[in-house]
Every structure is written in structure tokens, then in C-alpha cells.
């Protein structure tokens, strides 16, 4: 028998979850060894402490109030920041945030890496000189901006490379103080919704310049698998694009409808959409040819690999569908579809926001219990479903973290006010085991 689009489901679901889940693992980890108190610092991260410095002698009123102003600035630069990558764009200076992303990551494995090495060095008492260990970091920050944004590599280094700037920068987070954290991730979710989905938002027009132009915008993002094989790797030695943005050579097109937006349209409309962004999104790949068209428009794109026979690639009726030539025998070849409905792109990729935000969110719980924490860690693990089922009907643009934030938000709160108090009195009288 034939696996069904709910099995792809399930191992486009594990392929995704298992690099968050390594991520959030760590995270959590080191907030248990180099932060067991769990104690805040304003300093650590001061976009998101600019305007209030929360106290625990504060009343909670002071604090939500200040976590608002807190949380409202820290989006407010985002957004600043999105609409100045969309006018760089705009006037062709895709190069100069090509070398701001590369000196991003340097400093990520450099700084915030090296800070957390040196905690860790002395949380284990491990004997180690400062020259080596700086110039440890300093070949591995340079690998890792190379080997992201320059040079082919294997994927799993660049995986590894991706988990790494996602766990510093994570760490770094956890110190925001605990009011300031949760209303950071709500507000971070909603304007994720707005950025995506209405019509004037950043991302959206981001998208359409990528589509218009063709030209791609460097971005961490994390590949579950290589969506181009050696076409991709070829395409990757390309001086214009970089190698974690190349385009892989397109093949004959198939004359197959594109769906778009909730339309469907002829093949000549629809556009690949190359640009990559890096906040939190999900997009399934329109594209008419047999091959993906390269890295995502979004941190989060989808990409599912075609081996099921019962699986249809359109849903024109007519001539034209009946001269549909046969699939392409490459697994990363097509998009997959099906009769009633459900679509599923090529290959999960995955924004560093995104590993950024849930770790956070897991670590953040867990500095209450283990038992916030595992709560939060399912709810989020069951908002990536969630998404990816959406994905898989809607056929357009989604952002990636208000499912998980929201269902990982409540858990936590739950687990915390009612699942707490009633079972552990009860688990401590023996009448629940």
C-alpha cells in the first residue's frame, strides 16, 4: 500500500521537529547549568529591557505595564528593521545585507558562543588558555559564516552550524526578565500575523519584490534535507546568488496548474518567489518546473519529496491535463497533491527566529518545572503540526510561530495554575502515580 499524505505529513512533522527539539534541548540545558535560579538581567539583552528594568519588588500592574512598553518597542525595531531590509531591497543592496548577515553570524559564534563557553569552562572547572580557546572560536566562527554564506558544505555541518546561532542567541534570551519574556513572545506571534498576512505587511511585500525581481535575500535558514541535490550544489558556486541561495538549473516545465493564494492560475503566472526573509514564516513552493526553484522566500518553506504513485500534481481538467507528462523519477522533483485537496511542497525549511522563539519559550518554562516544560515543549511540537497541516490546504504564505507560541503560551499557564496545583498534592498523598 501506498503511504498515505498523513504519513508524509508525519515525517515532513519528525524531520523538523527533531533539529527544534535538539535546539531546545541545549537550551534548556545550559539555563539548567549556568542559570539554575533562573535570575534575569536587564543588560543581557537591552532592546527588550529599553524602556523598563523589571524588579521583584514591582507590583504585577508595574510589571505587565512595563513588559508592554517593553514588548511594544522590541517590535516596533523589528518592524523598523523589516521595512529597511524591504527599501534595501528596493534599490539593489542585496549584497551589503548578504555581509551583514555574514558578520551576524560571526559575532553569534564569536561573542554570545564564546561567553557561553567560558561559563561553561568554569561552571566544570575544565583547564583551558585563553589563546587557544580564542582561537577556537575564532576558526569556528569564521567556518561557520563561510561554510552558511560562501562555500558549499555538507548539510549536516550547516544544520549544526544553524542549531549553534540558534542556541546562543536563545541563551541570550532566557535573561530577559520573566514578565517581559511572555509578552515578548505574544507580541512577537501576533506581529508575525501581521507581517504575513495583511496587505501592507513587510514580509508580504518582501515576498512580491522576491517574486518581481529574482533576486534573493540572504537568510538562517535551516534545511531539513538538500532540495536541489547536485543541481544545488552547482547553483550554490554561483558568485550572485551564494551557495545557501543558489538556484539549481530548472528542467523542462510541466504544464500543471499553480495554485496561489487561494487562486489557481495558469503556469505562466505563477513566479518562484526566491527571496528569504528571517523571520517566521511558512510558504509552500508554486513553482511550474519539475525542480524546486532553490532555498525558500521564507525561513520556514516547505518542500515534500513525490514517491507516492496515487498522488496527483495538479487539478486542471481538459487537454491540457490529459498531455501531462509522466513524474520525474527525482525524488525533490515535484510538488504532491491530492484529489481533495491537500498539497504538500518540497523539503521543510525552517527560520532561526523560530528555533530562537521556542526555545525560549521551553526554557523559559522550564526555570518554573520540568512539568511547565514538558507541557510547553508538546504544545509547541503540536503547533508545528498544526501549521503544517495548514500549510498543506492553504496553499500560501503562513507565519510559523502564532500556533506554536499560542498553544505553548497556554499550556505553560495551565500547567502552572491548574495542572500543578492538582496533581501534585495528589501525587504526594499516593493517590495519583
Not at 525581481?213 to 552547482?234: F, H, K, M, Q, T
Request: net charge negative; proline share 9%; aromatic share 10%.
Amino acid at each position: 500500500m501506498a503511504p498515505s499524505v498523513l504519513d508524509d505529513l508525519g515525517s515532513e512533522l519528525t524531520a523538523v521537529v527533531a533539529p527544534v527539539s535538539i535546539c531546545i534541548a541545549i537550551t534548556v540545558w545550559l539555563v539548567a547549568v549556568l542559570n539554575p535560579d533562573g535570575q534575569s538581567n536587564s543588560r543581557a539583552m537591552s532592546i527588550a529591557t529599553a524602556a523598563y528594568a523589571e524588579d521583584d519588588t514591582d507590583s504585577d500592574w508595574t510589571k505587565f505595564r512595563g513588559s508592554l512598553l517593553n514588548a511594544f518597542i522590541f517590535v516596533a525595531f523589528i518592524g523598523i528593521a523589516t521595512f529597511g531590509l524591504v527599501a534595501a531591497v528596493k534599490r539593489g543592496y542585496t549584497r551589503w545585507i548578504f555581509l551583514y548577515m555574514c558578520f551576524s553570524v560571526f559575532s553569534v559564534f564569536f561573542t554570545l558562543n564564546g561567553l557561553i563557553c567560558v561559563e561553561l569552562l568554569q561552571a566544570f572547572s575544565l583547564p583551558f588558555d585563553w589563546v587557544s580557546l580564542t582561537l577556537l572560536l575564532y576558526n569556528t566562527a569564521v567556518l561557520g559564516a563561510a561554510t552558511l554564506f560562501h562555500f558549499p558544505a555538507p548539510l549536516l555541518l550547516k544544520q549544526a552550524n544553524l542549531i549553534a546561532v540558534g542556541v546562543g542567541t536563545a541563551f541570550t534570551f532566557t535573561f530577559v526578565p520573566e514578565w517581559t519574556s511572555w509578552t515578548l513572545l505574544v507580541a512577537m506571534a501576533l506581529y508575525d500575523i501581521a507581517a504575513v498576512l495583511a496587505p501592507w505587511g513587510p514580509l508580504k511585500e518582501l515576498v512580491d519584490l522576491a517574486s518581481e525581481s529574482g533576486d534573493p535575500i540572504p537568510a538562517l535558514v535551516y534545511s531539513a534535507r538538500p532540495a536541489g541535490g547536485a543541481a544545488e550544489a552547482a547553483g550554490a558556486r554561483s558568485a550572485e546568488a551564494g551557495p545557501l541561495l543558489a538556484r539549481p538549473a530548472r528542467p523542462v516545465p510541466v504544464p500543471e496548474l499553480a495554485v496561489q493564494a487561494g487562486r489557481e492560475t495558469a503556469p505562466d503566472d505563477a513566479s518562484p518567489g526566491p527571496a528569504v526573509e528571517s523571520e517566521r514564516l511558512l510558504r509552500p513552493r508554486s513553482s511550474t518546473s519539475g525542480q524546486p526553484d532553490g532555498p525558500p522566500p521564507f525561513p520556514i518553506s516547505l518542500w515534500t519529496r513525490t514517491d507516492h504513485p496515487g498522488l496527483l500534481r495538479g487539478t486542471a481538467t481538459g487537454p491540457e491535463s490529459q498531455q501531462r507528462p509522466a513524474p520525474s523519477p527525482h525524488p525533490a522533483a515535484s510538488e504532491r497533491g491530492s484529489e481533495d485537496g491537500v498539497w504538500l511542497p518540497d523539503g521543510i525549511r525552517l527560520g532561526m527566529g523560530d528555533f530562537i522563539f521556542y526555545s525560549v519559550l521551553v526554557a523559559r518554562a522550564s526555570m518554573h518545572s520540568a512539568l511547565a516544560a514538558g507541557a510547553a515543549f508538546l504544545a509547541v511540537v503540536a503547533g508545528l503540526a498544526c501549521t503544517l497541516l495548514w500549510l498543506s490546504v492553504a496553499h500560501s504564505a503562513l507565519p510559523a510561530l502564532p500556533i506554536s507560541i499560542a498553544l505553548g503560551t497556554l499550556a505553560y499557564f495551565a500547567t502552572r495554575t491548574v495542572l500543578e496545583p492538582t496533581l501534585l498534592p495528589l501525587t504526594l498523598h499516593g493517590l495519583y502515580f
